[in-house]
């Protein structure tokens, strides 16, 4: 039944708050309950973003991501329990949200998102959140998102601050920032550390993923000030937000794809400078590694910065990957392991290395040094 089209006593018991409430009512409920929203990424932000729009009523819910639960997601992806890891997390959370709210639609992509495959399912939707945590997935999103005239709700965590935005809406002057206009280039590989390197505090992906689906629902319903051509930046160190207005420009516009069909040729690996051809570093994995580690034929070399935990309790030599940036310096040893905390940047450094010494052998340690425990 659509308890929608005359709210019934049971749409009016679920959702009873939001109907009270004025300038929202039933019309907004409505609203809610015939959008589609896809979330892109089950994880930190994804999961807080996917519970309150089901809570709310959003008639369609979208979730797109190819990763499974593990252990160590479970501080901040709270979504989740312990008898979930192993799980894709899509299916996971399509289930569970299904359970939690039965009188909406769920549908799960237990998938990677392409350039390939993004348009078809990006333009099922209405309204698209970015939940990921990586620059090629943000600008391919974005792209997208412009490309197919979709409202996009940006958010992204680092440490303890982490940041929101609407992006692609017209604001009241009829322009429309995107996501390239405030970050039109991306950074360096390994330059700027991701969750699982430089760590997050469990309660903030919550607080930025509940802020996303509070622009959703602002959008959908027409209800308050979204954040268009802002992005609002949290601190939950000291509780402190400001907003940057965002400015559209013409020549970062310029640097969009001019259809789909250049949309579909564009590698946004290579444009955030991830190699994908031949590779000249070699993975090594963590059982490999302890047989190796204490032999006199490797040098072992940890590439993070001075201060990161855990602090490794072999013998190593300390070559940050920023120093590397600005200075190669002599290596003695033939074959060389390099670690850091999940193996991103390590491998980033094996090549750096490998350019200079392409006689030797570069190894990077699988999954960091965090593997290792």
Known sequence: MDIYGSIDIKGIARYQRQITLKNFGVTGQRKLYKSKVLVIGAGGLGCPILQYLAAAGVGTLGIIDHDTVELNNLHRQILYTV??????????????????????????????????????????YDVIIDGSDNFPTRYMVNDACVLLQLPLIYGALSEYEGQVAVFNVADAKGTKANYRDIFPNPPQPGEVLNCAEAGVLGVLPGIIGTMQANEAIKL????????INQMLIYNSLNNETYKINITAT??????????????????????????????????????????????DEYAIIDVRESGELPVASFDHIPMPLSELRKHIPPINKNKVVLFCHSGVRSHIAGELLHQAYPDKEFYSLKGGVLRLN
């Open 220 to 227: 959908i319903s027409g209800t308050g000030e979204p954040l």
């Open 83 to 124: 008898a979930d890891v192993g799980r894709l997390k899509a299916d996971c959370a399509a289930e569970k949200l299904s359970q939690f709210n039965p009188d909406i639609e769920i549908i799960s992509y237990p998938l990677a998102l392409s350039n390939q495959n993004a348009p078809l399912i990006l333009s099922k």
């Open 250 to 295: 013409a020549e970062e516009e310029s640097q969009l794809p001019l259809d789909l069909d250049a949309f579909l040729l564009t590698d946004y690996n290579w444009f955030c400078g991830i190699r994908t051809g031949a590779d000249d570093v070699f993975e090594m994995s963590p059982g490999e590694f302890r047989e190796i580690m204490f032999d």
